[in-house]
């Protein structure tokens, strides 16, 4: 929201900015995992390369059960942060440029403002994003196949993943089964989320 909203203003090179963070999110994510695998790998990644080069030791980012998954939700932090920034600014140009001018007026600040008006005023885009994200973290899968294969150690299996193993070793009923659930679960997160959010207007 904090860069949205940095976006929508008049700031020098804005162009160039918005599509910056769009970028990550246009590129087919099986391209951006396999950046990734050279980026972190254990031997001749290059961020292992910059922490040897200031004395420290190596780092197994997508071999050690305590660095794999961080490492692994970085790139989907990074992957899907220029669609929130999408969806934020087209939610922020949309706001009347009457209510920052009102605010103004009344002696507010641009921290004021956006504390006040911009994040409220954003409430259902925020809604929109964090339901549509829940479920896409629910189906995720192309992340752990393409870099970890689910290791190490099962710590990065998803759901997703998950299914795709019950398949391909034929436990076809508890695949099913498990399907069957995360549907249940995905309708039950996105009905309690609409219905939080029609409580909160309603107040």
């Known amino acids: 929201i904090l860069v949205a909203s940095l976006l929508s203003r008049q700031i020098r090179f804005r162009a160039f900015f918005r599509v910056s963070f769009l970028i990550p999110y246009l590129v087919p994510l099986v391209a951006i995992a396999q950046v990734w695998l050279i980026i972190f790998d254990s031997d001749f990644g290059a961020v292992n390369t910059m922490l040897q080069a200031i004395g420290l030791q190596p780092v197994g980012w997508l071999t050690t059960g305590t660095w794999a998954k961080p490492t692994m939700a970085l790139l989907v932090f990074w992957k899907n942060s220029g669609f929130a920034i999408l969806i934020m600014l087209a ?78 070793n034929l436990d076809l009923g508890t695949g099913a089964a498990n399907s069957f659930l995360l549907m249940l679960l995905m309708v039950f997160l996105t009905i309690a989320m609409l219905k939080m959010m029609r409580t909160h207007d309603e107040d």
């Open 91 to 168: 939610a922020i140009q949309n706001i009347p440029i009457d209510v920052y001018e009102a605010a103004a007026l009344d002696g507010a600040n641009g921290f004021q403002k956006f504390v006040r008006i911009t994040v409220p005023l954003l409430r259902r885009s925020i809604a929109f994003y964090v339901i549509i994200s829940t479920i896409g973290v629910l189906q995720m899968f192309a992340e752990p196949f393409v870099l970890t294969q689910g290791g190490p150690y099962n710590s990065t299996i998803t759901a997703g993943y998950a299914l795709y193993r019950y398949t391909r």
